[in-house]
């Protein structure tokens, strides 16, 4: 199976599986909708009867409402809770899809270095054929080591799939669009901070210094801690 198969094949069930997750957080804001109209009208109740109180005499003047009652805070704690599962749902949801712009990136880089094999080996076969005549393959300009945004190799894999051997992976960027991490990609997924402030890099992917979750304490990337060790050694 080739690289676009396989890529094929693993993003056949991505939409229904993203179709599922929309109607589930759809579901989930409808009922967090109605929990937050219902425990409104229930706190707004809770006020006039306050008032009332006091206008009657049962509540003395000057007496503050410290707190709803405990069906009120319930409510509202359920709704926060239907508010986590939404969020957790959209991360869910965009890990998703980001994994599998990643795996489209590395066959993105398969698909590139399978051209440039085939052109270094068309230059070694055709000696004279290239510019500047010593045999070597003519280096590709305008590149300029820029980052393709996720939009652009998504455009490059259709251009792939029509004519594998003409790629161009060069395309635009948004020159907007900040840029951390070794890897010098765009933000996603979770991220950590180096407690250097003079560190150059500043924030980077889990993934890429091999962290799974929050570190404990100050934590420095490999460029600030092999920095603070060489100091130390004088």
């Known amino acids: 199976m080739s690289f676009l198969e396989d890529f094929q094949a693993s993003l056949e069930p991505l939409p229904n599986i993203l179709q599922r997750k929309y109607a589930l957080l759809r579901d989930l804001d409808k009922s967090l909708q109605g929990i937050q109209r219902q425990n409104e009208q229930h706190c707004l109740q ?27 805070q319930d409510e509202q704690k359920h ?10 749902l959209a991360v869910q949801a965009y890990d998703l899809v980001d994994a599998h712009i990643q795996q489209l ?3 993105l880089r398969k698909f590139d270095e399978q051209r440039r094999e085939k052109e ?23 590149r300029g080591g820029r980052k393709k945004s996720r ?4 455009a490059a894999a259709q251009v792939a799939a029509a004519n594998p051997p003409s790629i161009d992976l060069d395309l635009p960027v948004d020159p907007n ?15 950590v901070a180096c407690d250097n402030p003079d560190c150059k890099i500043e924030w980077f992917h889990y993934g890429c210094v091999g962290l799974k979750e929050q570190p404990k304490g100050k934590w420095y990337c490999s460029d600030c801690s092999g920095m603070q060790k060489r100091r130390k050694g004088k």
């Open 120 to 142: 270094t080996v068309a230059a070694a076969g055709t000696p004279g054929s290239s510019p500047d005549g010593n045999g070597k393959p003519a280096k590709e300009g305008g």
């Open 79 to 88: 709704a926060i809770r239907i508010a986590d599962e939404k969020v957790a």
């Open 151 to 154: 939009l652009a190799a998504a």
């Open 177 to 191: 669009e900040p840029t951390y991490c070794f890897c010098n990609q765009v933000s996603y997924g979770e991220m």
């Open 105 to 107: 990136d590395q066959y």
């Open 46 to 72: 809770e006020i006039e009867e306050f008032k009332e109180g006091i206008k009657s005499g049962n509540i003395a003047p000057g007496t503050s409402l410290t707190k709803f009652s405990d069906e009120a």
